[in-house]
């Protein structure tokens, strides 16, 4: 039988500490022609040939619409005391503008009450990458008037939801939305356009503004409005190579200063805009964008997979890119040609991506510092694995439980260090569509048929469920 390597000191949490598990509308809902809903540009991006790992969408995905109370049901038997999901834009607006379709909105109202009759604190993410097709078609996230509209949307959501759902996130990973989407083209709406997605960037950002103000505008004064950011924690090969230091400094700015800059400060980094001159001119930020964007925040959500290690290209970056974003003939970082990216050292998860809690621990104490008093979230977490059933059916993941033992001791050293840390949510919930992987990426602690839909908690789940009623690890299991 396998011994369990037990800490020599047990990792315990605050009592307060939230203990849950995200997901997001489009990789589990399905049902995308149901009840008014229109297509996203996923709808599109995942039906446009050779878009997708084996041409796979996210038509029925998990069923999640349908099962939405079992799904409820399965949380409160693993101890989960949270649970964030994300709203389809275009299942509550069809067209992205005017009045929302009740049945749409009546579905999320449905499962908040579910949330709340087994006792989860319910999480709303209003944004996670599916736009309606009918804003992509007016010019999507580099037009102005996109995030007008996503003001909208997000009042008409808080005044049906604020009354039942006291957290809140306006935008999740906003950095690929903009580079993924506009630069690389690997998400949808697979734009290659650098000027474009840095405009995307900047009205994301006017977005999240003008929806935190929407949203307090419509709910009561307790909810808190946050949003999730996938900073990167950037490395330089060469620490004492001033060219490599410059390197971390210029993809810092494309990945978090272009973000948290105007967020938590007020202003983009001057490094930014001048790295970035030579492809925009920066124009399209209008007198008092900053001001709105500039929104005092009630918490942070920090998203955490690996880390980035760069250095200084001696000749300008050409083919495709291997940043860890997927590969693509275009880069996702616009005015960083003269930059290389390399695989981090050690073991690596399904995705390719190094196992490396200390740059989640790094991320939590670099963020106490940008905006102190400030609470944290972890609003993702986790690890793809090459899970598979046995022949009873059961489903173990060791791999996923060292993962996750890893991560939440780095979150509890940065409690211990100071840092407000006030949640935890694993990535993700359920094996779902990962994007443009398609089916092939299993990223759930519970594990899904494809075949059937059959749900089944993988050993991760029971292990997670029994940190989430005690409050402390249970130990990791070696093989």
């Not at 995308?32 to 039906?47: A, L």
Request: charged share 20%; with cysteine; aromatic share 10%.
């Amino acid at each position: 039988m396998p011994q369990p390597a037990t800490p020599a000191t047990p990792v315990t949490f605050p009592p307060a500490f939230l203990w849950g598990a995200a997901t997001s509308a489009y990789q589990i809902e399905g049902a995308v022609r149901e009840d008014g809903r229109t297509p996203s540009i996923w709808d599109t991006f995942s039906h446009t040939p050779g878009k997708t790992a084996g041409g796979e969408h996210g038509d029925i995905a998990v069923d999640h619409y349908h099962r939405y109370r079992d799904d409820v049901a399965m949380m409160a038997d693993l101890g989960l005391t949270a649970y964030r999901f994300s709203i389809s834009w275009s299942r509550v607006q069809p067209t992205g503008r005017g009045p929302a379709v009740q049945v749409g909105l009546d579905f999320y109202r449905r499962l908040v009450d579910e949330l709340l009759d087994h006792g989860i604190k319910p999480a709303v993410t209003l944004y996670h990458w599916d736009l309606p097709q009918e804003l992509e078609d007016a010019g999507g996230w580099p037009e102005r008037d996109t995030a007008y509209r996503f003001a909208e949307y997000a009042q008409i959501v808080g005044e049906a939801l604020g009354d039942r759902v006291e957290q809140w996130i306006t935008l999740n990973e906003p950095w690929c939305s903009a580079f993924l989407g506009y630069a690389s083209g690997v998400h949808a709406p697979g734009r290659t356009d650098p000027e474009a997605s840095l405009r995307a960037a900047h009205h994301l950002n006017l977005a999240h503004g003008l929806g935190t103000s929407a949203l307090r505008a419509a709910m009561p004064a307790r909810n808190s409005v946050a949003l999730s950011l996938n900073s990167s924690v950037v490395r330089p090969l060469s620490p004492q190579d001033p060219a490599d230091l410059a390197a971390v400094r210029k993809i810092d700015d494309l990945a978090n200063g272009i973000f948290h800059g105007p967020i938590l400060h007020g202003a983009y980094p001057e490094s930014l805009l001048s790295a970035t001159s030579s492809i925009t001119d920066w124009s399209y930020v209008l007198d008092g964008d900053l001001r709105a964007i500039h929104q005092p925040l009630d918490a942070l959500g920090l998203n955490y997979y690996t880390p980035t290690l760069v250095s200084a290209a001696k000749t300008p970056v050409a083919g495709p890119r291997t940043d860890g974003h997927g590969a693509s003939e275009h880069s996702p970082w616009p005015g960083a040609d003269d930059v290389s990216f390399h695989q981090t050292p050690g073991e690596r998860t399904e995705m390719g991506w190094t196992i490396d809690p200390t740059g989640l621990h790094e991320l939590i104490m670099r963020y106490t510092r940008e905006a102190p008093g400030l609470p944290l979230y972890i609003t993702e977490n986790g690890a793809a694995c090459d899970d598979k059933p046995e022949p009873d059916g059961s489903v173990h993941d060791p791999e996923r439980i060292a993962y996750l033992h890893g991560h939440l001791s780095a979150v509890r050293r940065a409690i211990t260090d100071g840092a407000d840390v006030r949640g935890y949510y694993l990535w993700s919930l359920m094996d779902n569509f990962e994007w443009a992987y398609g089916y092939e990426k299993r990223f759930g602690a519970v594990y899904v048929d494809y075949a059937t839909l059959a749900r089944t908690p993988k050993s991760s789940a029971h292990w997670y469920g029994q940190a989430a009623r005690s409050g402390t690890l249970p130990p990791v299991i070696s093989d």
